[in-house]
């Protein structure tokens, strides 16, 4: 992950944080950074997506603003998982153009949609699209079912992807190398489907 300003806000936070370590039993969070003395950017990416921002640390710790140490973790760990999803996110041009066109990318979005209704109004006659249809194949009288399941299975097929590679890149940033042992794959896959890391008291690493 790059050097970004939230990467070394970040890094200053947990560094106080760790010094600190008041917070250490309200979550996953805390545990996993007092094993560490110095934070990669990798380090912050797999801190910050450890945290599911309830903000219990933020109401406990003496040193938010106005204080002059400003620790906000919650915030601090929100901005850096949104940087660290566009980051791992692919096509990464893709995630570029919707990070910085976001009203573009929707009305396209909802221009796609129209064109697909009224191509729909077009393609059929007036009384077949108004039309009441009943009876077997019914539903699929104005759009057949290949259509319909190859736009679905394509996009799932895509989303698929997309989530997979976005899982791999932060797997390799975060150090689990470039194979994926099955040792370590196994416990973060337990883990998720525990729900183990949203416990609190905190027993992630
Ligand atoms: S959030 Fe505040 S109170 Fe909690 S560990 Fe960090 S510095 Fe200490
Ligand atoms: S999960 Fe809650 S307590 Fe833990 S770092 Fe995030 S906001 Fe703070």
Redesign the pocket.
């Known amino acids: 992950m790059r050097t970004t300003e939230t990467v070394k806000e970040a890094r200053r936070?947990?560094t106080?944080?760790?010094?600190?370590?008041?917070?250490?039993g309200?979550c996953a969070v805390?545990p996993a950074?007092e094993l560490r003395r110095v934070f990669s950017n990798a380090d912050l990416s797999y801190l910050a997506n450890l945290c599911h921002g309830c903000r219990d640390?933020?109401y406990?710790?003496?040193?938010?603003p106005p204080h002059e140490?400003g620790?906000?973790?919650p915030r601090t760990f929100a901005e850096l998982r949104m940087e660290s999803y566009a980051e791992y996110s692919w096509p990464g041009p893709m995630a570029r153009m919707f990070r910085r066109n976001g009203l573009l990318v929707s009305l396209v979005t909802a221009l796609s949609i129209t064109l697909v209704l009224v191509g729909s109004m077009v393609w059929h006659r007036p009384h077949d699209f108004y039309g009441v249809h009943l009876g077997p194949g019914a539903f699929y009288a104005l759009i057949p079912s290949w259509i319909m399941l190859s736009v679905a299975g394509g996009t799932f097929g895509f989303a698929l992807l997309a989530l997979s590679v976005g899982a791999a890149r932060f797997w390799r940033d975060a150090g689990g190398g470039v194979f994926w042992r099955p040792r370590p794959l196994l416990r973060a896959l337990g883990d998720i489907l525990t729900l183990r890391n949203l416990g609190g008291g905190g027993q992630g690493v």
Do not use: D, K, L, S
């Open positions: 936070v947990m106080v944080c760790n010094a600190c370590r008041y917070c250490e309200f805390f950074m640390c933020y406990a710790c003496p040193y938010t140490f620790i906000n973790v």
